[in-house]
């Protein structure tokens, strides 16, 4: 699953110690407690007879997961500072066959965050249309490069509530209006939608007949990855 997400480097932890302090005993002191943490990785791990057989695995997924570009169906915008939830309750979205990754503000400010027929980064990931989740704040000059993304033909979608409020301070009231001004226009342009619940997004791709990379034609619980090479 997490390599279906796009992990693509293992890193092992070794044991630190393999002391024979009366106060440790075998198989020694365990730096990583808990379940943030992977297995300790040396000679006194039972599975150690097989690591390399492991290791050649990984590095064979490793290199794949390493190789080319990745491609995905959706872009999230997701401002974790001022986003009122996390995104998706559930996995209606990768289901169907779609995949899709969380974007920062910051991201879409790259050299490479530009839209070329209706796809957003097309030399890389190759968004095909954005979501926003119950997106409470947006600056204006978002607003705006939203309003360029829609015109030059991204699709965007709006989950649940829009934003109405700004983080620039010195002249809040004043930009905000500007905001809310730019916003509405924003949400009745071409290629802009609205649904209530991410419950309605993968029926609502498939009305503006936006396929995923992958599509099913009934639910699985598998998780699509695509990479182009060359």
């Known amino acids: 699953r997490n390599v279906s997400g796009g992990v693509n480097q293992f890193v092992l932890h070794g044991t630190p110690s393999q002391s024979d302090n009366e ?3 075998w198989p020694g002191y365990h730096g990583w407690i808990g379940k943030y943490w992977s297995e300790d990785w040396e000679d ?28 995905m169906d959706l872009a999230v915008f997701y401002d974790e ?32 965050a530009t839209v070329k027929n209706g796809v957003l980064a097309s030399e890389g990931a190759a968004y095909r249309a954005m979501v926003f989740y ?17 015109d030059n033909g991204l699709k965007l979608i709006f989950i649940g509530d829009t934003p109405t409020e700004i983080k620039n301070y010195a002249n809040y009231q004043q930009e905000r209006e500007q905001m809310n001004a730019a916003m509405q226009k924003l949400l009745v342009s071409e290629n802009v939608y609205q ?21 099913y034609s009934t639910q699985v619980g598998v998780i699509t990855l695509l990479r182009e090479a060359g």
């Open 81 to 112: 500072k001022t986003a009122t939830r996390q995104f998706f309750e559930n996995d209606s979205l990768t289901s169907y066959g779609y995949s899709y990754e969380l974007l920062s503000p910051d991201t879409l400010e790259l050299p490479m």
């Open 23 to 25: 106060y440790v005993t």
């Open 134 to 150: 119950n997106q409470n704040d947006m600056s204006l000059s978002m607003v705006e490069k939203l309003q360029d993304y829609a």
């Open 195 to 215: 649904i209530s619940s991410t419950d309605e997004l993968a029926g609502k791709l498939e009305e503006i007949d936006l396929d995923g990379n992958v599509k």
């Open 44 to 71: 006194r791990q039972p599975v150690w007879e097989n690591m390399e057989i492991l290791t050649d695995y990984m590095a064979r997924i490793q290199q794949v997961m390493q190789s080319g570009t990745a491609k």
